[in-house]
């Protein structure tokens, strides 16, 4: 009976170990202030990542700090980029493909809240789905302590 146990017990920490190996995780540590990085880069990756690993299969975060914040912006008008036509003429596109990487993807997204402040970016100015409890830092040790792969987009 001990012999059954064990050779039970070890079949199951095996198939721990292979369902953990074929879960992978990325976080996207987005500095980038160039919308053609943004609109279409970061989209694309995305999307060819969970088509390669059927999404299932991958969980995906993004920490949004440097130049990248104006993108993440909703209410752009009570920001401190409402005099920034580009992205004001950017914003129609932009909005519904971050709400698919959100809902269909299942995307998360987290602001860094430093940064926030130092740039006078109200938290109610978001989207809704955007995170900005944390700096960018502690974000990023946490995905990474977690098993997130790091990929830089500046």
Not at 49 to 73: L, M, P, R, T, W
Not at 93 to 105: A, I, N, R, S, T
Request: aromatic share 12%.
């Amino acid at each position: 009976m001990k012999i059954i146990t064990s050779i039970i017990l070890y079949f199951l920490i095996g198939l721990t170990t292979l369902h953990a190996n074929n879960h992978h995780k990325v976080v996207f540590d987005l500095t980038s202030g160039q919308d053609i990085i943004v609109e279409k880069a970061l989209f694309n990756i995305i999307k060819n990542i969970k088509s390669y690993y059927k999404q299932k299969d991958i969980d995906v975060a993004v920490v949004i700090s440097g130049d990248s914040y104006k993108y993440f912006v909703k209410d752009i008008k009570n920001s401190p980029y409402s005099d920034d036509s580009d992205i004001i003429a950017l914003q129609p596109k932009l909005e519904p493909k971050l709400q698919e990487l959100h809902d269909k993807f299942k995307v998360k997204f987290y602001m860094c809240s430093f940064g926030m402040t130092s740039r006078d970016i109200p938290e109610e100015s978001l989207y809704n789905f955007v995170k900005a409890e944390k700096t960018k830092s502690i974000y990023l040790i946490e995905l990474q302590n977690d098993g997130y792969a790091y990929i830089p987009i500046h």
